[in-house]
């Protein structure tokens, strides 16, 4: 069985504060996608990143960067000079190739505040 | 291009009733997805459509939840004799490919449908 945790319930920052979401996952698939999703207020889950898990390159995209590691199997988030628009719901995901079909395993969420 | 629709974006029902939730994916994605968002399970979720393959319906809750995809491309999911507990809000999400992998297979979310079940 797969399975996302997302210890983090809820994270507040002030602005231009770096945040880390954390996300751990687990499965024993040997070929597997990691994705991040962001739900903000309005409702719609928007597709951040997709990472292979052959390819444990670090990312970097504007403010955001993610970092891969298979060896402690954790997919972690971070967001650079934090703005209040990036205020919203933070969701890793997970799908098995072999084991999981083709559907996504979602972490619960970390909520993330970014106030003035 | 225009991302995943769904409709209606609100509905409301009494307990017992029939409800329909539509929802148009990308076009020329051939898979697509039904989720459903709830504050006790999180995202679940429920049934996957790929091409004119069998339907992974290995989600659904109980038989009283039913999809179908006609001509490969609009879904809609049934809810038959609705419960409290089937107020959610149900997301769909298509891919331009099932199992192709790569970039292929990312799933886009619609807006959802928020169901309440009075």
């Known amino acids: 069985a797969q399975k996302v945790t997302q210890a983090q319930t809820e994270i507040s920052v002030v602005e231009k504060e770096d945040v880390t979401l954390d996300c751990v996952y687990e499965t024993r698939d040997t070929t597997y996608y990691l994705f991040w999703y962001k739900q903000p207020p309005s409702g719609e889950l928007v597709f951040l990143i997709r990472r292979n898990s052959f390819d444990e390159q670090n990312e970097i995209s504007g403010r955001y960067s993610w970092n891969f590691q298979k060896s402690t199997s954790s997919f972690n988030f971070t967001i650079t000079a934090s703005q209040v628009v990036d205020s919203a719901v933070y969701f890793c995901a997970l799908r098995a190739v072999q084991g999981g079909g083709n559907k996504l395993t979602f972490g619960t969420g970390t909520q993330l505040k970014v106030e003035l | 291009g225009a991302g995943v629709s769904q409709s209606p974006s609100n509905k409301v029902t009494e307990k017992g009733k029939d409800v329909e939730l539509r929802c148009d994916p990308i076009s020329g994605h051939t898979a697509l997805y039904w989720y459903r968002q709830s504050l006790g399970q999180g995202l679940e979720f429920l049934i996957y459509?790929?091409?004119?393959?069998?339907?992974?319906k290995s989600g659904l809750p109980s038989d009283r939840f039913s999809a179908e995809r006609t001509g490969g491309s609009v879904s809609t999911l049934t809810i038959q004799r609705t419960q409290q507990e089937d107020s959610a809000v149900y997301l769909c999400?298509?891919?331009?490919?099932?199992?192709?992998?790569?970039?292929?297979?990312?799933?886009?979310f619609g807006p959802g449908t928020r169901l309440l079940v009075l």
């Open positions: 999400a298509s891919s331009l490919a099932g199992l192709a992998g790569g970039n292929q297979e990312t799933q886009y």
């Open positions: 459509f790929q091409g004119n393959s069998a339907p992974d």
